[in-house]
């Protein structure tokens, strides 16, 4: 290991320590090796897990004891999570598998002291939930926040519970007493579907409505490996992660979808699907000419992909259509037709006969370009703000 690398080791073992030392305040009768054994899994399948997490978490091999130790420690800090305006997309995809896997059950394992899909209680005792888990755990607690949030004259239209409070107030009250709040998904981190043109709720993102730090997960949904392993890195160091321009965790959002692309060897041949269901396709041919934002979306699904690794909308044969993008449906629309077309019916209109994505390679190469210098310079900026 070298200097820096030791120095972060030594620093999460101390941190694990810690955690294991302070009086567990969580009454959490569930024990993670249990929960394992009765699905099946052995401790082999749960450390052959960590080490999968231990690179996704762009950390060295030696973590993998501190990232498995990580794990099992997940069921003493506590998770305040809250619904927005959304679909529970973000919740349901991690919660609703039919064979769940070790990211599901240690998201199970989470102390979870509200969260509104999941738990019993209705009415005015989920409320009365809310502020207790808050009071109780005032510092201490992680939030996380799914969905957009209408604000300003607009905030109304989001009004949960008895008392009329909306969701804006709900999120402000839940992050002051926050340790470290994360948006989950990209309507909390960016605003979503909700914010899309023409926005008739003023919706924004959680980091709009709180004056504390935002780190983002988005995605839509994000992989259940981005939510567990946000969590799972702030056991491990207590601190931000590093972030990007978009305050997204460089190890989960450095890469372009592009970079990674199991097709990327046929992007680079120049073997396009030019239709849907065309030979092409059938081929796995590059899915750039029918709409795949790939080259322009920060993410990691081309290395992970989603349900347990067996499949990711490029594999399904769909382009990415750069959900973990602000701004993704004004931007990235119309999802099937290529950005190249869009930019030259709006930057470039009337310049050039040929408005299609025949001239991908010019137009792709300098978007590209453009895009992949300015995440730089601002990835740069925020690096050196840390
Ligand atoms: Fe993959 Fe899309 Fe890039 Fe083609 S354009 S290589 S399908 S990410
Ligand atoms: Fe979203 Fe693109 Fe991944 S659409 S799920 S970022 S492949």
Redesign the pocket.
């Known amino acids: 290991m070298d200097n820096q690398n030791n120095q972060a080791y030594e620093k999460a073992l101390n941190r694990l320590n810690e955690i294991e030392r302070l009086p567990n305040k969580i009454d959490n009768k569930n024990d993670i090796k249990d929960i394992l054994e009765n699905n099946g899994i052995s401790r082999r399948d749960f450390m052959k897990w960590a080490a999968a997490m231990t690179a996704t978490l762009a950390l060295p091999s030696s973590f993998i004891p501190l990232t498995a130790r990580a794990a099992e420690l997940a069921g003493r800090l506590p998770v305040v999570w809250l619904h927005m305006a959304e679909c529970t997309g973000c919740s349901e995809s991690l919660l609703r598998s039919d064979a769940p896997s070790i990211d599901s059950l240690i998201f199970d394992y989470i102390s979870l002291e509200y969260h509104e899909t999941v738990m019993a209680a209705s009415g005015w005792q989920a409320e009365q939930n809310a502020h207790n888990a808050m009071k109780k755990y005032k510092g201490d607690y992680i939030l996380m926040v799914e969905g957009g949030i209408p604000s300003g004259q607009s905030e109304f239209y989001l009004t949960i519970g008895a008392h009329g409070q909306t969701g804006a107030q709900n999120a402000r009250e839940a992050a002051e007493g926050a340790k470290v709040i994360f948006a989950i998904g990209t309507c909390s981190s960016f605003g979503g579907v909700q914010a899309a043109n023409p926005n008739p709720t003023n919706a924004m993102p959680l980091s709009k409505v709180t004056k504390k730090p935002v780190i983002n997960v988005p995605g839509c949904p994000p992989s259940e490996k981005n939510i567990v392993g946000s969590v799972l890195h702030f056991i491990l160091f207590g601190t931000r992660p590093s972030l990007d321009a978009y305050n997204r965790p460089t190890w989960a959002y450095g890469h372009r ?2 970079d990674l ?4 060897g ?2 680079d041949a120049g073997e396009f699907v030019q239709s849907f269901g065309d030979e092409g396709a059938e081929n796995g041919y ?3 000419k029918v709409g ?1 934002k ?2 322009y979306t920060f993410n990691n699904c ?1 290395r992970l992909g989603f349900n347990q690794h067996t499949s990711w909308p ?1 594999r399904a044969g769909h ?2 259509i750069g959900c973990s993008e602000p701004n993704f449906w004004d931007t990235m629309s119309p999802f099937e037709e290529p950005l190249a077309n869009k930019l030259y019916a709006t930057s470039f209109n009337g310049i050039g006969a040929d408005k299609t994505a025949d001239t991908v390679g010019v137009v792709l190469l300098s978007a590209t370009a453009i895009g992949i210098a300015a995440h730089a310079a601002i990835s740069a900026v925020t690096k050196n703000k840390e």
Not at 261 to 264: G, Y
């Open positions: 979808i592009h692309c199991e097709r990327r046929h992007f590059c899915l750039y795949c790939g080259p081309s490029i382009g990415c």
